[in-house]
């Protein structure tokens, strides 16, 4: 559990009496590979912080054709933000990769946290507004760059993740 407390006190510092109330808020679970955490059309309950392994955030389109939004490895967050924030059914799937050790932290708990440690609220919020930068500038590529010239910057853009999908011949789904 030390990586997700890892990862929040890279921009909010917390207490000791913090992190464990933070510790008794998340749950830790382990799936296998091809896992489905959430499906379309469910409401998303939790933030996804990834200990280990490998998840991707996707939808299938009409004609049954998955676009893929989002991976997420080892330290990062992942979700249906949409659903997790309207508490409306979303239009993701979120899938295991790689056999993985996910923290879950319900949309319940991350309210009460907010109200326990306010910097929480900050802390997601950069998260945010991060996710809303890179979804943007994914977006202006998607309209302004070849398939090639895209799959170029994400390979640049995420190295370790190119790696652990060559290594586990798991290229070919992000192609």
């Given at each position: 559990?030390?990586l ?7 921009i ?11 510790l008794?808020?998340?749950e830790?679970?382990e799936?296998?590979?091809k896992t489905?955490?959430l499906?379309?059309?469910e ?8 200990n280990?392994?490998i ?13 893929v939004?989002?991976?997420a ?6 979700g ?9 059914p979303g239009?993701l ?17 991350q309210?009460?946290l907010?109200h ?5 609220e900050?802390f997601?919020?950069i998260?945010t ?7 943007q500038?994914?977006?202006?590529d998607?309209?302004s760059?070849?398939?090639e ?8 853009k ?9 290594k586990?011949k798991?290229l070919?789904?992000l192609?």
């Open positions: 559990m030390a997700i407390l890892d990862n929040i006190s890279k909010v510092s917390l207490s000791d009496k913090e992190n464990a109330l933070i008794s808020k998340i830790a679970r799936y296998k590979s489905i955490l499906q379309a059309g409401i998303c309950k939790h933030s996804c912080f990834v280990s392994g998840l991707r955030s996707f939808n299938i389109n009409d004609n049954i054709v998955e676009h939004l989002h991976f490895c080892e330290g990062w967050w992942i249906d933000m949409f659903s997790l924030l309207s508490q409306k239009d799937f979120i899938e295991v990769l790689e056999d993985a050790e996910v923290v879950l932290l319900s949309k319940e708990n309210d009460d907010y326990q440690i306010p910097k929480l900050r997601f919020r998260l507004e991060n996710s809303l930068v890179a979804h500038e994914r977006l202006m998607n309209l760059l070849s398939a010239e895209r799959f170029e910057k994400f390979c640049l995420y190295p370790t993740l190119i790696q652990k999908y060559h586990n798991l070919p789904t192609v």
